[in-house]
């Protein structure tokens, strides 16, 4: 079945640096989806992408849709400690299920 | 108002016991779904259900039998609990049918199986 590397695993950072992450997956999708999980909550969606090469922005975090649709990065500029959680990548090609990452854990030291 | 609701957000059980958990949505969607996330955090699919019809069962122990009474409703239960069961369970719907698009997902339930 399909499967995504997501990474880092975790990062820990300083508060106002920008943090980059990213999924790479071995077949092609046609959604790239990226969720943040707070503890004790469940994954809220941040950014949704459906074309290839697509950038969109949501505030300070800037997703992209990789060309070759086999990847796709989130950036977050500037960050601050509300920051702090599980940045979740899911990938779904075609008519198949949605597959997530093993997630990026960041921490924001302040 | 909370947008998919799933209850109980806490339940510690005995092994061999039977459980359920019951979700619901008021976001009018068509789609609803069952996760689990293990305690690496990894998050499967294990069930997923389109205007009440399951159209999504992945390969899990027939012990787990969803039921949907209604579209905004799907409940999730699990018979003879065993250790392994332990994970956080959540509840998922979105408007895309199937597949899980853009899901919208609950707080979790965290399953403690002793």
């Known amino acids: 079945g399909q499967q995504l590397n997501q990474s880092p695993q975790s990062m820990f950072i300083q508060e106002g640096e920008d943090v980059s992450m990213n999924c790479t997956s071995s077949?092609?999708?046609?959604?790239w989806l990226w969720y943040k999980q707070d503890p004790g909550e469940g994954p809220v969606l941040l950014i949704a992408?459906?074309?290839?090469?697509e950038l969109t922005s949501n505030g300070r975090l800037t997703a992209q849709f990789g060309i070759t649709r086999k990847d796709s990065f989130l950036n977050i500029s500037a960050s601050i400690p509300s920051d702090v959680g599980i940045y979740f990548c899911a990938g779904q090609g075609g008519s198949e299920k949605l597959v997530f990452g093993k997630g990026t854990k960041l921490t924001v030291n302040p | 108002d909370t947008a998919v609701s799933q209850t109980p957000k806490y339940l510690v059980t005995q092994m061999g016991n039977d459980k359920s958990i019951k979700c619901e949505q008021n976001l009018g969607h068509d789609t609803m779904y069952w996760y689990k996330q293990d305690s690496k955090k990894f998050l499967k699919i294990m069930f997923s259900?389109?205007?009440?019809?399951?159209?999504i069962n992945e390969t899990v122990p027939n012990r787990f039998s969803p039921k949907s009474p209604d579209k905004a409703h799907l409940n999730l239960h699990i018979n003879s609990l065993e250790l392994g069961d332990s994970a956080v369970y959540f509840c998922?719907?979105?408007?895309?049918?199937?597949?899980?698009?853009?899901?919208?997902f609950g707080q979790g339930t965290r399953l403690t199986v002793v």
């Open positions: 077949s092609i999708f046609n959604t």
């Open positions: 259900y389109n205007n009440k019809e399951l159209i």
């Open positions: 998922a719907s979105s408007h895309v049918p199937g597949t899980g698009g853009e899901a919208f």
């Open positions: 992408l459906y074309k290839a090469g």
